[in-house]
């Protein structure tokens, strides 16, 4: 059971270049999420997804987009890369919320941004 | 609006000794509580949540917690700590009927075990 896997897992880009993140789940997962940590901060939300084709903006979305064309996948991207952007950036998926919401993400292993 | 303090970002303790992680929270609406682990290159995993009910949570690996309204806090035990403990741990909060989109963390405190 693979459970969310994120790629690539290490990249270097130079400013101004641009990039996608992909994560997948296997879960049948309804909603994905994109954080970025860094030290100090912990975790801050990019953006998330509430379902296919659906997304929103989180705590610190500017610079980001985001695009969920298909249940199992939700991928980031950096149009223009800077160097505030280096970070390390996790996927997260969690059954449907509200009612149901128990509060457990689950994780990818993480992708690893620096940009020079 | 919620927010989270983790007091102290590098907490150093022997092996054997008692773990003791500090989480003070604030919410307007009735608190969910979580805390996470993070093992080296790893994702983050739930070790324990507070939702309703009993205040004193168990959770994995001999962790618990105990949530104080009074004292609005959240503070992670174990009583006798292990080198696997050695992680970050990351405190968290949400409300009912919120979505987990809404968990909102603290900085992380990085748990040290001396042997």
């Known amino acids: 059971n693979a459970g969310v896997t994120q790629t690539p897992k290490f990249r270097v880009l130079k400013t101004g270049q641009s990039m996608t993140l992909l994560c997948a789940q296997d879960m049948n997962h309804e909603y994905m999420y994109w954080y970025r940590q860094d030290p100090g901060m912990g975790l801050r939300l990019i953006h998330y997804s509430v379902g296919e084709g659906t997304t929103a903006k989180g705590e610190v979305p500017d610079g980001y987009n985001v695009s969920r064309l298909k249940k199992q996948n939700f991928l980031l991207g950096l149009e223009s890369a800077a160097p505030s952007q280096t970070s390390v950036y996790f996927c997260?998926?969690?059954?449907?919320?509200?009612?149901?919401?128990?509060?457990?993400?689950?994780f990818g292993e993480g992708s690893r941004l620096t940009v020079l | 609006a919620q927010s989270v303090t983790q007091l102290g970002s590098h907490v150093s303790v022997s092996e054997g000794a008692l773990v003791l992680l500090r989480c003070n929270y604030s919410s307007s609406v009735p608190p969910y509580l979580f805390w996470y682990v993070q093992y080296p290159n790893q994702g983050l995993q739930l070790l324990l949540k507070?939702?309703?009910?009993?205040?004193l949570v168990k959770g994995i690996n001999g962790f618990e917690a105990e949530f104080k309204k009074s004292e609005t806090s959240f503070h992670l035990t174990k009583p006798s700590a292990h080198m696997s403990d050695a992680a970050e741990y990351f405190c968290?909060?949400?409300?009912?009927?919120?979505?987990?989109?809404?968990?909102?963390f603290g900085q992380g405190t990085r748990l040290t075990i001396n042997p």
């Open positions: 507070y939702t309703t009910g009993a205040t």
């Open positions: 968290a909060v949400s409300g009912p009927f919120q979505g987990a989109q809404k968990l909102v």
């Open positions: 997260a998926s969690s059954w449907t919320s509200g009612r149901a919401n128990t509060g457990e993400l689950f």
